[in-house]
């Protein structure tokens, strides 16, 4: 079991509680692959999607989760919701939570958004991203993905590139490969470094050359269009060229060096296209494949307090 009763962030959760999210989530990941049906340990217990965000693949991985192990799930559609009409996330919550869901899935632009919700409701919170804050699900697959490429999490050099300013991936990346014992480096143009990252004990750098040199993994970050009011780059042109990764760029890395990337991407703007659909150094879609499986951990490790009476 874990220490903690929610999923909100991976700064709350120690080296035990990581290992064992990855152990349970590596034993789906194989019986996904194999096409083995697990046992319907969430039969009975109901999955809200709380969505204020666009998304496609966290929105549709939990609900896939969640289905295998045999829960029902609603996807609320934030868009067309009450929210329009002026109801605050808390009356939305509250009024979700009078429909004793088991499980909340939240995902909302304000940072802190699914704490503020844990503390007001009386199910399960899993952040599926809050502003530019946390998202735990998303550097827990990242974690497998590396952990099944290496076969460790200790020890390895990781650069973590492009828009960390507005990157909730790359802040939970942070926590975790701390935690885990594993060398940060963050690379990407200064007016998108969050001021004083540097007390947080990884390395920063604006020179993707020197930023790779001798990586094992390279995780690639989506510029963040939508959270920008303008002036953070000169252009995608030129961004492209200083920190867009291609095959000589990642020359730098270690020749077995592994190309991550959160999805969704802006092919030649941050990423060669070719280079991320190379499967022998992308592991993009594999990313996407573990996703489903840490999902279906940590519902499953989360919800055995539930399963035993005690919430
Ligand atoms: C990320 C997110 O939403 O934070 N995407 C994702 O969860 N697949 C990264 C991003 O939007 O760039």
Redesign the pocket.
Known sequence: MLSQRHLLGIEPLTQTDITTILDCAETYAQANRAHQKPPAILSGLSLINMFF?N????QSSFELAAKRLGADVMNMSMQTSSVKKGETLIDTALTLNAMRPDILAV?HPASGAADLLASKVNCIVLN??DGAHE?PT?ALLDALTIRRAKGRLHRLTVAICG?IAH???ARSNMFLLGKMESRIRLVGPRTLMPAGVEKLGVEVTDDMAKGLEGADVVMM??L?KERMDGGFIPSEREYYHRWGLDAAKLAAAKPDAIVMH???MNRGVEIDGLLADDINRSVIQEQVEM?VAVRMAAMDLLTRHVQQGEA
């Open positions: 965000e998304s496609t693949r966290t995902r599926a991203g998202h998303q828009d990157s909730r991936v970050l989506r963040q959160p999805g969704p996703g």
